[in-house]
């Protein structure tokens, strides 16, 4: 239990496995190239870009893999794997402030929760996939006086629900949300942001409520968008 500080690069061909109740807090830039992992309630909080070194990160089921940008914003182009709700149910992939990317291509090896804190925004720019299994994701974006964002910008194939708990998702690709349901509870919101072309989003989607701050349970946040699924209010 408690922290440690890592302030010194690593290197080397080698892996880093973090394990137990610590949190571990990377900072250097790392170049290391045997892969990250994170099991046994671990939280491993990075500061920088590099701090994975350049290999696989996997989270294990109940640990957390948590991105701190105040300082400045990350931009992870590391390969990810995913499982889990995280230590206590924060996360297994936590945006802990800042404006923060991952651009890796993500694999969700269980059910994963994704949780971002009020006023930072997370972009997942990789392709998500989950090897067939319909494993999903859900988002929990901290309230306040502006919640916390998850984008989806790639062409994603997993089949789970994409569960927006609360907060704002915002798709920019018409497959970021995979190929399964779409779920808004109330007080959430999911956007259209179509910066790159209009999109056609084809997913089942059940809404409920006015949104975050009622902007809208469904918001066209941007370009002439269609959505062609059954729409279910809740």
């Keep these: 239990s408690g922290s440690v500080s890592l302030k010194v690069a690593i290197s080397g061909n080698g892996s880093v ?42 989270v294990d089921s109940g640990g957390a893999l948590a991105l701190d ?8 182009t590391n390969p990810l794997a995913l499982a889990g709700s995280g230590p206590s149910g924060f996360g297994a992939l936590q ?32 392709v998500i996939s989950d090897g067939g299994k319909l494993f999903g994701i859900t988002h929990l974006g901290y309230a306040g006086g502006q919640a916390g964002a998850l984008s989806f ?27 399964g349901p ?5 007080g959430a919101t999911l956007a259209l942001n179509a910066a790159n072309g209009n999109l056609s989003v084809a997913n089942l989607i059940s809404a409920k409520g006015v949104g975050v701050n009622g902007i809208g349970a469904i918001l066209n946040q941007f370009g002439n968008n269609t959505l062609s699924g059954v729409i279910t209010l809740a």
């Excluded at 789970?160 to 190929?179: F, H, R, Y």
């Design 17 to 58: 496995t973090y394990r137990g109740l610590a949190t571990y807090n990377l900072s250097s830039d790392n170049s290391y190239s045997g892969g990250t992992s994170i099991s046994g309630s671990a939280t491993v909080v990075v500061s920088g870009s590099t701090a994975l070194g350049s290999g696989l990160a996997t």
């Design 69 to 76: 940008g105040t300082a400045g914003s990350l931009a992870l």
């Design 95 to 126: 945006n802990r402030g800042g404006l923060n990317s991952a651009s890796g291509v993500i694999t969700l090896n269980a059910g994963t929760l994704i949780t971002t804190v009020d006023g930072s925004s997370l972009g997942l720019n990789g």
């Design 153 to 179: 910008s790639a062409a994603n194939t997993f089949g789970g629900t994409l569960n927006n708990t609360s907060g704002l998702v915002a798709l920019s690709n018409s497959k970021g949300a995979g190929t």
């Design 182 to 186: 779409i779920a808004v509870q109330d």
